[in-house]
């Protein structure tokens, strides 16, 4: 069975400044999907970035980016300049690709991110 | 564009009652998956709609059941409520059934007393 391990509960960047968040997995699949999913007091899960595991080059979203260790099963969120609207829950998740037959997501318990002014 | 949209957004039930939560899909998505996600914790994933049949389903007791209609909308129903059960409820849709990424609601928060 996948995993998806998150290990920081909770992390603090000053305002303008980089932060990275951090995720494990683990799978036995040679396919599958990451994503990283931001949940602010509004309850909605945001999608912020994905990552196809073929794809070697690791994805960016403006300044968002994320540091993709297939080997090493691990797939950590930075994020640049941030701004006070980045502090949320995020959470990382993992989904088979579609060989597997399964689509479900599997969440990680998420990390709070406080942005300081 | 109409996004995920999920009624009521709160909710308080006595244990033993039964709830339903109802979801409707981003324009255009024809598939929808319901998620709990308990507080602290990330959203772990009940079952999936697709042509109005449970494609998928998690590791949830059979008191937790659903139902699609034919315009891709969405009821969730949990009978015999535990007070384990208190959790905010997640619809999330898609465009068939292997398509990523999930889009979600804003989810419908559940107390059981």
């Known amino acids: 069975a996948q995993t998806v391990t998150q290990s920081q509960p909770e992390m603090s960047v000053q305002e303008a400044e980089t932060v990275t968040l951090s995720c494990t997995y683990d799978t036995s699949e040679s396919d599958y999907y990451l994503f990283w999913y931001k949940q602010p007091p509004s309850r909605q899960m945001i999608l912020v970035i994905r990552q196809e595991a073929y794809k070697q080059q690791n994805a960016t979203e403006n300044r968002f980016s994320v540091n993709f260790q297939k080997a090493a099963k691990s797939f950590s969120l930075k994020i640049s300049d941030s701004q006070l609207g980045d502090a949320a829950m995020y959470f990382c998740?993992?989904?088979?690709?579609?060989?597997?037959?399964?689509?479900?997501?599997?969440f990680g318990t998420g990390t709070r991110l406080k942005v300081l002014a | 564009d109409a996004g995920v949209t999920q009624s009521p957004t709160h909710l308080i039930k006595t244990r033993g009652q039964q709830v339903t939560l109802r979801c409707s899909p981003k324009s255009g998505h024809d598939t929808v998956s319901w998620y709990q996600q308990a507080l602290g914790q990330g959203p772990q994933f009940i079952f999936q709609?697709?042509?109005?049949?449970?494609?998928q389903r998690g590791n949830f007791p059979d008191r937790f059941s659903g139902h699609q209609f034919p315009n891709y909308s969405s009821e969730l129903n949990v009978n015999a409520l535990l007070l384990g059960d208190s959790a905010l409820y997640l619809c999330?849709?898609?465009?068939?059934?292997?398509?990523?990424?999930?889009?979600f609601g804003n989810g419908t928060r559940l107390t059981v007393t």
């Open positions: 709609y697709y042509e109005e049949e449970e494609r």
């Open positions: 998740a993992y989904r088979s690709g579609t060989t597997s037959g399964t689509y479900k997501y599997i």
């Open positions: 999330a849709s898609s465009l068939g059934v292997s398509r990523s990424p999930l889009h």
